[in-house]
C-alpha cells in the first residue's frame, strides 16, 4: 500500500490567495482526519470525516477553512483567503473503525504552506 | 470528554540506557492508548496501542509500554536507547464509550538520545 498520499508537498503563496490541499487516504480506511501543525500551537485535529461525511469540525478556525471528501478516495482542505497565520504543517491521516487495527491513525508526509 | 497530558517537554538519555515518556490520560469510560512517533519533516507514525489484555504492549523498533488503570498512564519505554530513536513521541487516547472516531493527542514530548 502506498500509504497516505498528501499534495502538494510544499506550497508557498501571498496573502489572499486561495489554497487547495489535497488527501488521498489508505485504501478502506474509513475515517479521515486534516489536523495541522506548528510550533506554537502544536498539532491541532481541524475536521474529521466518517464514511465521506463531515463528523466534527469544531477545530476549523475559522470560515475560510473549508474541507470536503467527496468519495473514499479524496479529500480537499481549502483556504480562502490564505493569511500569513495559516503558514503550517498541515497533515492528512485515515483509519480503519474495525478490525485488529482500528482507530490507528496513518498519516501522509504532509504539506508545508507559507504564505507570505 | 477525553484528554491526555504529557508532562515533560523533553526527555534527554544517554545511548543505551533505559529510557521512558510518560503519559497519563482521563476518559469517562475504558481507554484506546496509543503512541506516535514523529521524526524531522515527517508526518506521525504509528508505534504501538492498548485496548485490552495484557497490560504491557510490545510495539515497534523495541518499544514497549505499560498500561497502568490506577494511576491513569501509559508510558513508552525502551531497554536501550539508541541514537535513531530521538524524534517527538505522541500520546494519545480515545474513549471506548462514544462513537467518535477521534483521539485526543498530547502535546509531545522530544526524545534526545547522545551517544
Known amino acids: 500500500d502506498a500509504g497516505v498520499i498528501q499534495s502538494p508537498r510544499h506550497e508557498v503563496t501571498e496573502m489572499g490567495q486561495e489554497v487547495t490541499l489535497r488527501c488521498k487516504p489508505i485504501?478502506?480506511?474509513?475515517?479521515l482526519f486534516w489536523y495541522r501543525q506548528t510550533m506554537m500551537r502544536g498539532l491541532e485535529l481541524l475536521i474529521y470525516f466518517n464514511n465521506n461525511v463531515p463528523i466534527d469540525d469544531s477545530g476549523m478556525p475559522e470560515d475560510r477553512f473549508s474541507a470536503k471528501m467527496p468519495n473514499a478516495s479524496f479529500s480537499t482542505l481549502k483556504i480562502q483567503p490564505s493569511e500569513p497565520r495559516d503558514s503550517a504543517v498541515y497533515f492528512c491521516?485515515?483509519?480503519?473503525?474495525?478490525?485488529?487495527?482500528?482507530?490507528?491513525?496513518?498519516f501522509g508526509p504532509g504539506t508545508r504552506l507559507t504564505v507570505t | 470528554a477525553q484528554s491526555v497530558a504529557q508532562p515533560e517537554d523533553q526527555v534527554n538519555v544517554a545511548e543505551g540506557n533505559p529510557l521512558t515518556v510518560k503519559c497519563t490520560y482521563s476518559v469517562s469510560g475504558n481507554p484506546y492508548l496509543f503512541w506516535y512517533v514523529q521524526y524531522p519533516n515527517r508526518g506521525l507514525q504509528f508505534l504501538l496501542k492498548y485496548i485490552t489484555g495484557d497490560n504491557l504492549v510490545k510495539g515497534s523498533y523495541g518499544f514497549e509500554a505499560e498500561f497502568n488503570k490506577s494511576q491513569t498512564s501509559f508510558h513508552l519505554k525502551k531497554p536501550s536507547a539508541l541514537v535513531s530513536d530521538s524524534a517527538l513521541y505522541f500520546c494519545?487516547?480515545?474513549?471506548?464509550?462514544?462513537?467518535?472516531?477521534?483521539?485526543?493527542f498530547g502535546d509531545g514530548t522530544t526524545l534526545t538520545v547522545k551517544p
Open positions: 491521516a485515515s483509519s480503519f473503525s474495525t478490525g485488529s487495527r482500528s482507530y490507528e491513525q496513518y
Open positions: 485504501s478502506g480506511h474509513d475515517y
Open positions: 494519545a487516547v480515545r474513549d471506548w464509550n462514544t462513537n467518535a472516531g477521534k483521539s485526543t
